[in-house]
Structures are given as structure tokens and as C-alpha cells.
């Protein structure tokens, strides 16, 4: 267990606005810890003092500075402790949104004796209090950093504790298995039919790789992908992000040549924020300029999740100008559908800027290469610290296939922590500090 005890301040009482900087209809000023209800009473006069008010209500009232003057008008949400998003006493005031509005409240509470939150804190108590597990705060975080719809999906998904669920099934098959060991070491004239160790070990294994099949989805809906569009001169790349985003953003012309310098846009597909980036033109150049965009063009291709290929389909067939790295994703097109094709070929997908032809198509095949054959109900691994744990869990679990009961046991402890560390059940305190260390303040 996280050992809470060599994790300073957890006595104090903290406060942070909660919403986002900026003007805002309304907005919120939360305190946590014992001393949340006293300072509300000094803060907020209304129809009652918050200290005297069951938990669930909420009162309207004045906000008040140091000596009396008003601040504002507005609510107190009081929560008590366990009923309460951190498992303990809160207070929340819900003031007209203005920044200078929730920096003086802000400022009062910490007067009256909280202390600043630390990005992640009143989540970080959440976790403490065992009312989240870690994969369940990780998931808050991506909540909180979702912009569309897929990453908010899963990470509601992984907040209601759909991932813990998954990783607890194989947690059990695992147990199982041990101790079947454990019942043929102590009774060995008995014996464990083997497939009472097998079938429960084959069928983690599988999971875990199903599992692990989903992290790559998991990062990409989070953190979003980059596509970058590639080919020769002239093979259509700037008409066919302009066709993708829906408008003129990258300059088009019949001369070869148009785009050097490379050109970024964003958009929502599949669910999942992409950027598109538009290239120069794959050739030997004289020109220094064009030869840097094309430098360019090599490196971005490197570095993107998924590389679009452009072939002129109207002109004879020329080879890619390019080696795509080993395991690169691609998708080969065939530009200029709407023209007499020149050539043809199954792998490449055939598409036009000018009509859209296609374009359905490519965006279903982004939207695989993106998300591989993840289901939309299923819960995803939702970070690289997720993942790490889940592969380290199925090296251990093949282990263990293959090697005698003793050393066998040995591995299956070891997938069991692997996977403990995966729900945060057993893990050190940097790990949990890393984690909380990407959340902002007020969460
Ligand atoms: N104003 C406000 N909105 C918010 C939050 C918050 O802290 N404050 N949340 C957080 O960031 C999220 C909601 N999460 C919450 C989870 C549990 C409890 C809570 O008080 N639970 C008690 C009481 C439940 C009940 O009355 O049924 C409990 O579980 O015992 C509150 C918020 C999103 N919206
Ligand atoms: N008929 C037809 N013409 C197209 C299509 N896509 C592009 N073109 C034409 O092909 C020419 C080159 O298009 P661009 O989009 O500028 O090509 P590019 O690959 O960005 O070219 P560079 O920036 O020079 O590397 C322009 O005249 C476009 O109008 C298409 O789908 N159908
Ligand atoms: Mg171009």
C-alpha cells in the first residue's frame, strides 16, 4: 500500500479556484480538509453558518473580505466528511466568474488558514481516501484534458472504474492459478490436472493482450496523432488537406513546387484530435529553399503516427519518392479519382479533392489505423504509466506458462503486482507523485 504517512500536509486544509482562469459566467473556489467548514463561517454570511449545516446543501449568501466588505453574492456548497469528492469536510463557492471575484476568496481562505493546493491535490485525497483508485485519477485527468468525444468517452468509461473491473478479472485467474499451484506443492501426490493451471493462464495472457491492443487507441484519443500527407510534387496534398478540414487552408496551384515550408491544421476524426500536416513536395531540387522544405518533409514523415502517401493517378505511375521507416502506418492513395486514371493498383485508395471521392473511405481507414479494432464500450489503457505496467504483467504471465510450478508461482506474484501497480493498489509514492504532477490546480 501507498504508504500515506511519509506524504506531507495531509492534516492541512487546501484550497484552489477549480475553474478554468478567465471570465466566466460563473465560477468556483473549493476548500478541503478540517478546517473547510470554520473558514467558511468567517467567509460567507447567510441564512445559516456552513459549520451548522448538514452536508448535501447548499446556502446563498455574502462572500466577505477581511473587514465586512462584500465581495460578492453567491453559494456554499457544504459537503462532510466521507460524502464528499475528497473524502473530506469541503466547502465550494460558487461566486460570478470573475478572476478577481475568485482571487480575492481564494486570498480570504488562505488567510483564514488554508494552503495553496498542489496541481492534482483535492484528486490526489480523493485516491488517499480510497474513494478512486490510481487508473481512476488518471482518467480524471484525461477527462478533464478531453476535447472530443472519444477521450471523453473512455475516460468516463475508465472513471467509472470499468478498467479496475478488467484488470481484477485477471488479477483473479491469476490467484486461481497460484493457488492450484500452491494445493499440488503442498499435496503433491494429488496433482493439478494441467489445464486447471493452463486454461486460466492462456486466458490472462489473452486478455492482457487485448488489454495491451488498446493502449495505442488509449494515447491517441488522450494526447491525439499526427498525420502527415506525402508525396511528389504536384500529387495533390495541399487540395486534399484543404478537402479533409473543410476549407482553403493550405495554398493550391497547378505549378509544381507550391508548398515549402510545412503547414499544420487540426481537426476532430474518428473521435480523436489530428493534426494534418501538409508537406513540400518530394524531388531533387536546385532550389535551397525547396530542398530544406523537402529535408522537412522527410522528418515529419518519420515522425508521424500515420503517413498518407499521394500518387498522381492522372499521370503515368512514378514510385514513391520515399522509404517509409519499418512498421510506419500508411495509407496509399490515388489521387485525382475524378480524372481518367493512368494506372491502378488494389493497395491504393482511390480519392479526390475536387469531388471527394473517397474521402468516407480514407477517413474509416484513419479511423482504424488510429484506433486499431477497439471497441467503443470496452475500457482502454489510458496512460504510457497504464501500458508499462500491463506489459511488465504479461512477460510475467508467459513466464509462468512455460516454466515449472515454483518458478511459476514466483512469476504470477510478479504479474499480480504488475497489475496491482496498474489500479494503483501497490505503488510507491513517486509513481503516485508522477502522476498528480500532470493534473492542474484545483482538480
Ligand atoms: N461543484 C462541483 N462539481 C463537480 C465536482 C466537484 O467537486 N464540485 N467534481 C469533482 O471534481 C465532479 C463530481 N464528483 C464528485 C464526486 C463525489 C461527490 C460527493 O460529494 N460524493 C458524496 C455524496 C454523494 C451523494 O450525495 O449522493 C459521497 O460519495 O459520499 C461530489 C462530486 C464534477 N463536478
Ligand atoms: N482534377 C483534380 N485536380 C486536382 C485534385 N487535387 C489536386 N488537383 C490539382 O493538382 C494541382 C496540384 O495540387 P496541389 O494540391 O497544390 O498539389 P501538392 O501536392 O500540394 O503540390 P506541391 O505543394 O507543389 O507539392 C492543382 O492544380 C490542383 O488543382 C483532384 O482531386 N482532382
Ligand atoms: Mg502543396
Redesign the pocket.
Known sequence: MTRISSRSGLSDTIAAVATAPGHAGVGVVRVSGPQALHIADALFSGRRRPSSTPGGRFLFGRLLAEGGEVLDEGLCLVFRAPHSYTGEDVAEFQTHGSPAVLGEVLTRALDLGARPARPGEFTLRAYLAGRLDLAQAEAVLNLVESSTETARRQATLGLSGALGERVDAIARDLTLTLSSIAALLDYPEEGVPEEERQVPLARAAAELEALLGTARAGRVANQGARIALI??????????LNALLGYER??????????RDYLEAGLSLAGVPVTLV?T??LRDTEDVVEAAGVRQAHALAQGADVVLT?SDG?QPREPLPLALPAGARAIHLR?????PAAWDDPAYLP?????GQGLPQLREALGRELLGDTARGEAWLGSERQADAARRALEHVRLAQELPDDLASIELEEALLALAELTGRDVQDDVVDAVFRNFCVGK
Request: charged share 10%; glycine share 12%.
Open positions: 508525396g511528389a510534387p504536384n500529387a495533390g496534398k495541399s487540395s486534399l493550405s495554398i493550391v496551384t497547378p505549378l509544381a513546387g507550391t508548398t501538409d513540400a513536395g499521394l492522372s489521387t485525382k479519382a475524378d480524372l480519392v479526390s479533392a475536387a469531388t
